[in-house]
């Protein structure tokens, strides 16, 4: 069982930055699990954004935030972060924390838990 709290989300102006945290506790070992993030926009489904590996040697990235985001993870702390650069008003949405048992991976229903989310606004 792994329990996910997100934080760091707010209102910023377009081309500023924000660094969201992902707060992992529970009894399995954090570094054997696969983290990542996702958003949603009202209306619109749920999409991936990146995900890291358990030991952090390998991340992954939707080709919106290529470039612009950087996903990391300091398993000592078990914590995952995401810092966003550069962020755009199509960047706004609530972003969430997962995990998985299992390689990387975009696809949302392979995460097997999820942090309640935080809200990111980006004004232009």
């Known amino acids: 069982q792994v329990r996910l709290v997100e934080s760091g989300g707010g209102l910023v102006q377009a081309g500023g930055s924000l660094r969201l945290s992902c707060a992992a506790s529970?009894?399995?070992?954090?570094?054997?699990?696969?983290m990542g993030w996702f958003r949603r926009d009202p209306g619109k489904k749920r999409e991936f954004v990146a995900s890291?590996?358990?030991?952090?040697?390998?991340?992954n990235y939707a080709d919106s935030v290529k470039g612009r985001f950087t996903i990391a993870r300091d398993n000592t702390w078990k914590t995952m972060f995401l810092q966003m650069n550069s962020l755009k008003p199509e960047d706004t949405a609530v972003y969430y924390c997962a995990a998985r048992y299992g390689g990387n991976s975009w696809y949302e229903d392979f995460y097997d838990y999820w942090g309640q989310g935080t809200q990111v606004t980006v004004s232009s």
């Open positions: 529970g009894r399995t070992p954090v570094s054997s699990v696969t």
């Open positions: 890291i590996s358990g030991s952090g040697s390998t991340t």
